[in-house]
């Protein structure tokens, strides 16, 4: 590992932070962080932190010692001067002199020595920066560190690889316990450089920043040359025998990782998935005990309320054996969630009965000869998963070589699990109604698609978008978020939908609700119509949803926790326009095809349901189109556009929420929703 200190860098950030106000030190301090931070071997995900003790002025105008933390949880890759917190450092180290500390009681210590009161708050890990007396310190999970020391003889092998460089801090939760342990061990054995935290990670320290960075590098390296020069190479494995391909394998996952929501009859609780695979990963499940070391627990202390302590360790999937596989995962998943069920209420018991359990589902899929699933309520938290995973498979992989992986024990995994502070990290859980629940949109670059796809990611919903037009597509991603999915699709084409949902089921592991809204229309007196124009239609306004929908059921049925099926019919379904056979036609018989969904799959808990819709601009009915008409009726456009019993125009927003509501009306199906401000001949009976 080599260092990323770049003069010219250094300078240049020291230079900008002049003009925004901030010191050298505290802009040094930033740069280094952000040098930790972007490499994947350091740290991951907010893990690991760094801090500057400096003099600053507070709001009185007196100068105070403060020590500049980062805050927790935050990102140290792309941190700015917010990401850290001043504490005054004066009553920190004064706490020293206390045996214990309520965490409660120690967080609103900190809050009221903070220079700034709205300042996030510090680093779980912030007492052992304020105990040590360096003017900086650099904390890291870095991977080859961890090797090293997640091994039964973890400090011996430190002893010889760091010698009296760093000292060597026994297990110990993070928290005021653990750093009053590290400032005796400081004390007492001086080390020049810094110290391992065992099974924990590594901590450097330094009188300038490059000095505290570059010892970090140069630490971390040593661990590199130790795993190098004494590895052992992996037997040489054979060949997976083939695989499934994931978008087959995935849905079959995500549903043995889903459970009843007991609460709500028909609700499940769902997660979406990260797939990832690497020749590392597959010779790792060919070469390692599996069994042994999918037990044996967490890379560092903190990844276990990202990734719980354990992954779920499925067989391998082969073309032509999807059932086994289907039933061997379901098994598999059970068993995770009853272990961890068991696990739960041991460790509870033992902490007098008063912590809430989390979901039992796993975070982690590991499926030999394919790859591994993160798993989160969210895309973002399943790709952070997916980090930790790889990272997790890194660090076991080598320990492995060079000994034996040995994570810390149960009882401080549930600690760490189910300890406050650290569950603050994941931030402040509000769960929205489609939360881990994976929407598909046709037609998502159409005015009423955009419109929808924005309201489902409101609702907690991650969004594939469908389109002819793939750049289209991406420009209503991009304004969805950034998990949304772009997908190139033509509905006309049934091999085009099938490669889009493998798309989607390889990006997100399956699909729970679909809006199919792609369509067009064409004109012509029925009599007289080309018999070409009216097959046009139907390839699309019936076809297409046909297609959508059968594509979409199969995922549905591999996943195994019903689903829900959504046709923009339009209004031309129940009451035809003159003149508008070729578009109304097809669309009353997609009205008749969401009526034999809601029939054929109503066992099985998918639902079907359609929004009749009328007058809404779109690629439909475009600028031209309206002044055409208005004029032709001789009303102003917005009389045209609002001629209805309430005279209120309806927007593409309007259709968007009357599928939001269908796909949240968990006992309602073969339904109609009716948004046209009142049309009584197109009403329904
Ligand atoms: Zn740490």
Known sequence: MKSGWVDADAKGVVAQGAKAGIGRDFALRLYTTRLLGRDPRLVLHGGGNTSLKECARDRFGEDAEVLRVKATGADMAAIDPQGFCAVRLDPMRKLRALDRIDDVELVAIERANLIDPAAPNPSVEMMLHAFLPHKFVDHTHATAVLSVIDQPDGEQKCADIFGRRLGFVPYLMPGFGLAKKAIEIFERDRPSDGLILSKHGIVTYGADAREAYERMIEMVSLAEDFIARNRKSFAVASRWRDPVPVAAAAPIVRGACSVKDEKTEGAWRRLVLEFRTSDAALAFFKAIDLPRVSHAGVATPDHT?????????????????????????????????????????????????????????????????????????????????????????????????????????????????????????????????????????????????????????????????????????????????????????????????????????????????????????????????????????????????????????????????????????????????????????????????????????????????????????????????????????????????????????????????????????????????????????????
């Open 305 to 685: 309320i990202r990734t719980k302590n354990w992954p779920l360790v499925l067989p391998h999937p082969e073309v032509g054996k999807l059932d086994d596989f289907a039933r061997a995962a379901r098994e598999a998943a059970g068993t995770f969630s009853a272990h961890y069920r068991n696990y739960f209420e041991r460790h509870n018991a033992r902490v007098g009965g008063i912590k809430r359990e989390l979901d039992p589902l796993p975070r982690v899929v590991l499926v030999p000869g394919l790859g591994l699933f993160g798993l989160g309520r969210t895309k973002r938290d399943a790709l952070i998963a997916a980090d930790i995973a790889e990272q997790w498979i890194a660090v076991v992989a080598d320990a492995e070589r060079i000994g034996r992986f040995e994570s810390i024990s149960e009882a401080d995994m549930f600690d760490c699990e189910y300890w406050p502070l650290e569950q603050a990290k994941l931030g402040a859980t509000i769960e929205l109604p489609l939360a881990g629940q994976i929407a598909v949109v046709t037609g998502a670059a159409g005015a009423i698609g955009a419109a929808t796809a924005k309201a489902f990611a409101a609702a907690g919903a991650e969004i594939a978008l469908l389109d002819v037009n793939p750049a289209a597509a991406r420009a209503a991603a991009k304004a969805v978020g950034p998990t949304a999915l772009p997908v190139e699709c033509d509905v006309t084409d049934a091999a085009s939908v099938r490669a889009a949902f493998d798309a989607v089921a390889e990006n997100f592991g399956g699909v729970d609700i679909v809006v199919s809204n792609a369509g067009a229309a064409w004109q012509g007196r029925i009599g007289e119509v080309d018999e070409e124009v009216l097959r046009k239609s139907f390839e699309l306004n019936f076809y297409g949803h046909q297609r959508v929908a059968q594509e979409a059921v199969k995922i549905m049925l591999a996943q195994g926790t019903g689903g829900c099926l959504l046709f923009n019919v339009s209004k031309q379904a129940v009451n035809p326009g003159l003149n508008f056979g070729p578009y109304g036609i097809p669309k009353a018989a997609a009205l008749a095809l969401m009526r034999q969904y809601a029939l054929d799959y109503g066992a099985d808990g998918i639902r079907a349901n359609a929004v009749n819709a009328d007058r809404i601009r779109s690629g439909l009915l475009t600028p031209d189109m309206i002044a055409s008409r208005s004029k032709a009726r001789g009303v102003s456009e917005k009389d045209y556009m609002s001629g209805n019993l309430l005279g209120r125009e309806v927007t593409a927003d309007d259709v968007a929420q009357a599928f939001l509501h269908q796909a949240l009306e968990l006992k309602t199906t073969a339904c109609v929703t009716t948004v046209d401000g009142g049309n009584i001949a197109a009403a329904m009976r």
